[in-house]
């Protein structure tokens, strides 16, 4: 498990165990569910569809055999049930603003009940953007919940009749894979589910999220030219571990991202003027589109090492910018390339 989000789930859990500290418990258990959620909007935001029905580790041991939009599903309807059902007695967001016609979902269930080549197929008829903003409603209602909670509440258990109300609502299949989850529940008191729907299991399956968008961008780089159009190296990047490089579906840098149609502009004039990258072209030296504007800080580190390429070739750069990584981390490298590009041509020329 991720060493800070073990410790902070471990401080959320001792002062959840005394009156005193109950307040503080739930404003930290709050900040730890919107600082882990991050990273959910992050993939939703960035990822092509595609990826979320990927399953890069099938059959593997542990969450990360999944997909991501499973386990973005899975995460959100334990939580929606758990949160409605038991411990408020109301009606879960899923059948709230029409949220499971929006999704597309063939299942109101957990999805415990799935496996294999079922999880991907499931996967592939989810409207992910409206999945996301499910996650997101499910997520801000259950904080509300979490902030109307006394420190007596988290004694409450659960009688037959929640047992029952949970089995006629049908959101957990009768599969033996996913049955077992509603005595699970019923057996446990809002401490119990705060412990594990609302937070453990949360860490566990972004955890695994992580794992997947890790290997998605790998394989989606394997193979392709490392360098970015307008001369930065991606397999130095400090976004390495989350973007599959401009090259690829998978760019999730900030001037993609932000730009429109999401194509970064300096990606989109290369193409235009079928440059294999700005390093290619005449007007690099004066050029202010997209990563080379002024005000961005790394603009005159990726104009000198578009100097350096259009001098030298990718091949040379590369080997360079890994002598300069060995070094320094990527931001020190930035930082001294950062100053004037024609300074930064000969600092790179001289670890050549
Ligand atoms: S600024 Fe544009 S060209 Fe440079 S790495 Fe980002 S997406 Fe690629
Ligand atoms: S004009 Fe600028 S962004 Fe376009 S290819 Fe030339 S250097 Fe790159």
Not at 3 to 12: H, L, P, R, T, V
Not at 41 to 56: C, G, H, N, R, V
């Amino acid at each position: 498990m991720d060493k800070d989000w073990a410790y902070k789930n471990k401080e959320i859990q001792t002062l959840l165990a005394k009156e005193a500290s109950f307040k503080e418990a739930i404003k930290k258990l709050i900040e730890f569910r919107e600082e882990m959620f991050v990273q959910i909007t992050q993939i939703a935001e960035t990822y092509p569809d595609e990826a979320f029905s990927l399953m890069p580790f099938p059959g593997a041991a542990g969450y990360h055999c999944k997909t991501l939009a499973y386990s973005i599903w899975h995460i959100f309807r334990i939580e929606d049930i758990v949160a409605h059902e038991m411990i408020a007695g109301d009606e879960q967001i899923l059948f709230y603003d029409k949220f499971f016609e929006k999704i597309a979902s063939p299942i109101i269930t957990t999805g415990n009940e799935l496996e294999g080549k079922d999880i991907a197929k499931f996967s592939k008829k989810l409207n992910i953007q409206e999945l996301y903003l499910y996650s997101k409603t499910v997520k801000e209602s259950s904080n509300q919940i979490l902030l109307q909670l006394q420190y007596k509440d988290l004694k409450k258990k659960f009688t037959e009749e929640t047992k029952q109300k949970l089995i006629e609502s049908k959101c957990v299949s009768e599969d033996e894979n996913a049955f077992w989850l509603i005595d699970y529940w019923c057996g446990k008191d809002v401490k119990g589910l705060i412990q594990m729907p609302f937070s453990r299991h949360w860490i566990m399956h972004i955890e695994a999220m992580r794992r997947i968008k890790n290997r998605i961008c790998k394989l989606a780089r394997k193979g392709v030219n490392p360098v970015a159009f307008c001369g930065l190296s991606c397999d130095h990047c400090f976004l390495g571990e989350w973007c599959g490089g401009c090259r690829t579906e998978y760019n999730v840098c900030s001037f993609a991202t932000c730009s429109e149609g999401r194509i970064c502009p300096n990606v989109k004039c290369c193409n235009e003027k079928n440059m294999d990258g700005c390093y290619e072209c005449s007007e690099l030296e004066n050029c202010d589109k997209g990563f080379f504007t002024k005000s961005n800080d790394g603009a005159n580190a990726a104009k000198a090492q578009s100097l350096y390429i259009r001098k030298y070739g990718k091949k040379e750069f590369l080997k360079v910018q890994t002598r300069l990584h060995e070094k320094y981390d990527f931001q020190k490298v930035q930082e001294i390339l950062g100053q004037d590009y024609k300074e930064a041509l000969k600092i790179l020329e001289d670890h050549t």
